[in-house]
């Protein structure tokens, strides 16, 4: 398994496909640490 293969389209795909995710992730990390869980 070697992503070195891959074409850049199919890279630009996967990249595309994951930012958002990734951001998701942080920006729902952060507002769970910020944001005081409400009773």
Known sequence: MSDI???S????L???LA?????GLVAG???A???PPRP
């Open 5 to 7: 293969t891959l074409p």
């Open 9 to 12: 389209r199919w890279s630009l």
């Open 14 to 16: 996967v990249r595309f």
């Open 19 to 23: 930012t958002p995710t990734l951001a």
């Open 29 to 31: 990390s952060v507002a």
């Open 33 to 35: 640490v910020v944001v």
